[in-house]
């Protein structure tokens, strides 16, 4: 891959987080009660709030008796997951708590705590912070088998309403409960097409396993994934930051939540994606995307990992001829035949603007985006789609752009992006 | 109220931020004067009173090349040249003006080591001032002192969280001071014993400046893995040592006293294209090496 692909903390600060990010939205972000204002206003889910310590006085009087059994206590500032009390239940005895790391607490214990995140025991620069009470969300049961003790999240980084990458992080032993990368917590790689895992990083080191297990990393399908998505852009556009890390958890019964977000998040996930993060982030920079739909839709048409060496591992090369028939998916579902050309000439996929219009593939939720082409026909604007289709019996998902192709031989075109796995036979 | 109480918050924060802000300051211009008004005045009554051992060896030289340097007119590539030389004239040591004019060339090797290697440090502030405590109480009982106070302030942390005693943040941290107070006076104690010379000439603005150091220091650490907290020490100590050898070369001193405006005017530049800086660093290569090579 090429250098230049890569997004180090010099480019982060400098052309993304400061030319992006309104002082406004940066407030927001650095503290959890005003993202969880935030969220709330824009009608995000977001897991509650019970109570907020912002004085001394408001530890004496609440009554701690009426806790509820599970529940987290937090800094509204702490850095790197620190500061913050997860309780899962009560002890035996009925006062005293357990939290996820099964250790026991009491109320005073609590109480001391809140003291301190008061002072500013955990938050930058020991200013005075406030502390508060939030709902507990559990495991989902898709990560039960890979969590150690605590709620994974699943880090998303979104630019311009796009999401560009994502990286899902499971708490160890090590981490103590934390899905933090530096704490000891895996790293695991998410394709943003499909929400299937593909590669894991373990203190900066590719794994394949849960360490101390047989059990595969790569694989793992995120439930309720365009869902997710969906409702992390909608948090980047409720926070005004251009370029954010928005922490996701998936609550077991109520789904997709914002845990908060990240003015600066880490750029190890491009470790964890085996990707560039930079490449990406150039890609849709200059794009105008309408809404957290729109964005969604880009994302997955353009950084769908490609599976194509698995494909040829599991099926091995498929031949095919200049001329072949594939299948085009159309805009309600069904599949319609057409002549294409395989054209080893062009890098992109090229599709007739009339079968285009008649497939309602042209819809306005469809078109990703125009652009000038130059081609040997001049310069020309084109909308450029999503578009599905099976080249003998292979299914390809991939991005084309609309032409007037009538007085051509064919209406479809089959570009060197889409034919890995393939071997053109020329006669 | 709420407002009032705020404006209240806000003076209080203030008048305690500035008074640490003089004091961590303030020994970059003038450890040689603290430095040298106790120790030096009672072995050598002779010398002169603002003088640390340290400008003694290098003053002679300095204001020598002083004299020997011819000078052009005032304006427009000389005007800092006779500024120092009338300062020189008034008394005002030159090695004070060497190591004011030196700060900004210790500040740019930081933020290079950050922005072009990699080397995270403790932000810019520790590292630079570390290096000026070095230079008026020595490398090796600076960073002896230095590690002393951090592993004291981390143990008391870790113990007072182990042992869940319950006490207030401010109480606790006056306890913190408390282990970290004793610690330095055993450690002066032990003077006589290790009978080293350098050891036994520490004056307290250094030392009080350590203490604020460590401080900080072990209290951002204690948050991250030991694993972090030891490379974060280490990197800042190279950042320091570093430092601390552009404070003390002879060939830096004379350069920076004979030729001010082009080390200032090029410290200005640098740093302005260091800031303009947005490619790949060091470091970053060698963390992402795996994906570049796929």
């Known amino acids: ?427 | 109220m709420r407002k009032l109480s705020l404006i209240f918050l806000l003076a209080l924060v203030g008048f305690l931020a500035s008074p640490v802000n003089v004091l961590a300051r303030t020994p970059s211009p003038t450890p040689t004067a603290t430095a040298s008004a106790t120790p030096m005045a009672i072995p050598e009554a002779t010398a002169r009173p603002d003088i640390t051992q340290k400008t003694e060896e290098t003053l002679g030289p300095l204001e020598k090349l002083l004299e020997e340097q011819k000078l052009g007119p005032v304006w427009p590539l000389n005007p800092i040249k006779y500024a120092i030389r009338s300062a020189v004239d008034a008394g005002v040591p030159a090695n004070t003006i060497v190591l004011l004019l030196l700060l900004p060339v210790v500040a740019s090797v930081i933020a290079a080591a950050r922005h072009i290697i990699g080397i995270r440090g403790f932000g810019i502030f520790l590292p630079a001032a570390l290096a000026v405590t070095f230079v008026a109480i020595g490398p090796v009982v600076g960073i002896g002192l230095f590690l002393v106070i951090v592993t004291i302030s981390m143990l008391v942390r870790f113990s007072l969280r182990r042992l869940k005693i319950k006490l207030q943040y401010l109480p606790r941290m006056a306890l913190l001071l408390w282990w970290v107070a004793v610690s330095v006076l055993g450690i002066l104690f032990s003077a006589p014993i290790i009978n080293n010379s350098s050891l036994s000439n520490v004056s307290i603005f250094p030392v009080l400046v350590l203490i604020l150091l460590a401080e900080d220091f072990s209290r951002v650490q204690l948050g991250k893995s030991a694993k972090i907290a030891v490379s974060l020490t280490t990197e800042t100590l190279i950042l320091a040592l570093v430092s601390f050898i552009f404070l003390t070369l002879k060939p830096v001193h004379e350069f920076a006293l004979l030729n001010p405006e082009i080390l200032l005017g090029s410290l200005f530049i640098f740093n302005f294209l260091l800031g303009k800086y947005a490619g790949l660093r060091l470091m970053e290569l060698w963390k992402f090496r795996k994906i570049i090579s796929s």
């Open chain 1, 1 to 427: 891959m090429k250098l230049t692909s890569i997004l180090g903390l010099n480019a982060r600060t400098q052309l993304y987080s400061y030319k992006y990010n309104t002082f406004r939205g940066k407030k927001v972000a650095d503290s959890k009660l005003r993202t969880s204002q935030v969220l709330k206003k824009a009608g995000i889910p977001s897991p509650e709030i019970y109570k907020k310590f912002k004085l001394p006085s408001d530890i004496s009087e609440f009554n701690w008796e009426a806790l509820p059994g599970s529940f987290a206590l937090k800094p509204s500032r702490g850095l790197g997951g620190e500061g913050i009390i997860i309780v899962k239940k009560r002890a035996n005895d009925g006062h005293d708590f357990i939290t996820t790391q099964r250790e026991r607490v009491t109320v005073e214990d609590l109480k001391l705590h809140v003291l301190d995140v008061l002072e500013g025991a955990y938050s930058m620069g020991n200013i005075p912070d406030a502390a508060f009470l939030q709902e507990y969300v559990g495991r989902h049961k898709a990560f039960r088998k890979y969590a150690y003790r605590g709620t994974p999240d699943i880090r998303i980084i979104i630019f311009n309403k796009v999401p560009v990458m994502a990286m899902l992080r499971l708490p160890t032993k090590e981490s103590g409960g934390r899905a933090n990368l530096h704490q000891g917590a895996i790293g695991v790689g998410v394709d943003i097409a499909t929400g299937i895992t593909t590669k894991a990083i373990w203190h900066g080191e590719q794994i394949r396993l849960k360490p101390g297990t047989n059990r595969k990393l790569h694989g793992i399908k995120i439930p309720d994934w365009t869902k997710i998505l969906e409702t992390a852009v909608s948090a980047q556009i409720a926070s005004t930051m251009g370029y954010l890390g928005v922490d996701m958890v998936l609550h077991p019964e109520k789904g997709p939540m914002v845990l908060e977000l990240n003015a600066q998040p880490g750029l190890q996930i491009q470790l964890a994606n085996m990707s560039g993060l930079k490449k990406r982030v150039e890609r849709v920079e200059d794009l105008e995307v309408r809404d957290a739909e729109h964005g969604v839709k880009i994302a997955k048409a353009l950084f769908a990992v490609r599976f194509a060496d698995r494909v040829k591992a599991e099926e091995g090369i498929k031949t095919i001829n200049v001329w072949e028939k594939v299948k085009v998916i159309s805009g309600n579902g069904h599949g319609v035949y057409v002549e294409a050309k395989v054209d080893t000439g062009a890098w992109k996929t090229s599709i007739d603007r009339d079968l285009a219009e008649k497939s309602g593939l042209l819809t306005k939720s469809n078109v990703l985006w125009t652009k000038l082409y130059k081609s040997s026909l001049g310069k020309e604007k084109r909308r450029v789609i999503s578009l599905n289709f099976y080249l003998a019996g292979r299914k390809i998902s991939t991005i084309a752009n609309v032409a007037n192709r009538v007085p051509l031989r064919t209406p479809l075109i089959i570009g060197r992006k889409d034919l890995k796995g393939f071997l053109v036979k020329a006669d």
